[in-house]
């Protein structure tokens, strides 16, 4: 493997003014225009009928949140945020028909505010019916679908659950999700950095817990992850979760968050006081371990080729057996990882997906969400420009890995 000797090294980078930027992203929010949105439903659409027709199904059922949000270009139907699956059924045929099925206590809410604009039509029932006859989806279904076998994102005998191919139709992200992206990537990190210059010593994990998802919520975003530690557990779990240990020098602040669907994955850390030696020296090493990631992260690529650098990477900083530790990340869009990346993985790299790499290293992470543009840039969809980082070369381009902000 070459990819960590390819332009892994920190020294020399501080000179990257000359360098060509890792990232360059609009900032400003997005202006998704309704024919905007027709375009990327329309791209979306010849997608699903295309593969539909291939496989020979007459129709597709559609009931996870992910799946409803990205054919729709951002429509809403949740209620239960802890559910993957929603209270409306979307039924697209291969001909491009497209019907929503719901009791009453959804259909007004959906035809005026969500899908009646986009051309569903609508098949609604008493919510008293729905809940004593399990006949009753079984009838609706049948009346479109006429007698043609189904594809289904959810386990149900009225269709082939094919969620793992719809998984595939949405990796690819479109013009119009790119600048969406973009937008909530910048979002995302501001709030989390600005969390970090908010924590004070003495508060609980707890209270940055909610400190950081009001901080998204108020900026219309909904977090699905959210990942605070403090002090020595940071040091014991790599997945820990919020208590009421009060704060004492060391901080993560870790979310996923999404919006119109879409789910940027970001950290950072805020310690009070000098660094230990050994926790910059870790942190360093993860950045290298990232970059190693990135330079991997190309066309032509698998998943597989991006852990193979990761796994070289970690022995050259020193850790041979942190990946193990750990997932590493992977493809990112409309779950928290579509997929990770293990050893021999064949999913393929391709332009215009993201991904949020995320290497450890007891204690520290690195975790940023980019995009692979067309033109093979990386494109770091979480670089706000005012946080401390350590600059890494990724081929032709630097890489500033998030660094620990030091208060």
Known sequence: ????????????????????????????????????????????????????????????????????????GGADMQVVTASERGPVTLVITATGGRYFLCSNSEDLRMQNEELGALG???????????????????????????????????????????????????????????EKYRWLGRQCAEACEKVCREIEPGMTEKQVQAMISSELMFRDIQPTVLLMASDERLFSYRHPIATDKPVEKYVQVNICAKKWGLVIAVTRYVHFGPLPGDLGRKLRGCAQVCGAYLGATR?????????????????FVGWPDEWQMHHQGGAIA?????????PGARMPIQANMAFA???????????????????????????????PTIPVRVGDQVYNAPSILVR
């Open 357 to 387: 790499w995320n290497p450890t290293i007891q204690g520290a992470k690195v975790e940023d969400t980019v995009l692979l543009r067309e033109d093979g840039v990386l494109e770091n969809l979480t670089d706000t420009g005012n946080w």
């Open 120 to 178: 569903y039509e609508g098949v609604a029932w008493p919510w008293y019916e729905g809940a004593s006859d399990s006949g009753t989806m079984a009838r609706a279904v049948a009346g479109i679908a006429q007698g043609r076998p189904l594809a289904s994102d959810f386990d149900t005998p009225l269709a082939t659950n094919e969620s793992e191919a719809l998984r595939g139709l949405r990796l690819v992200l479109t013009q119009s999700e790119i």
């Open 334 to 342: 409309y779950e928290e990882r579509e997929w990770t990346g293990y």
């Open 1 to 72: 493997m070459r990819y960590m000797l390819v332009g892994i090294a920190i020294a020399a980078l501080l000179a990257g003014a000359s360098q060509a930027q890792f990232g360059d992203s609009a900032l400003s929010p997005p202006v998704i225009t309704a024919a905007q949105r027709n375009e990327e439903i329309t791209i979306k659409m010849f997608r699903l009928t295309t593969w539909l027709q291939e496989e020979g199904y007459g129709g597709v059922l559609i009931n996870q949140y992910r799946n409803f949000q990205w054919i729709t």
């Open 299 to 315: 066309e032509g690529n698998t998943a597989g080729d991006v852990i193979a650098a990761g796994q070289e990477a970690f022995a």
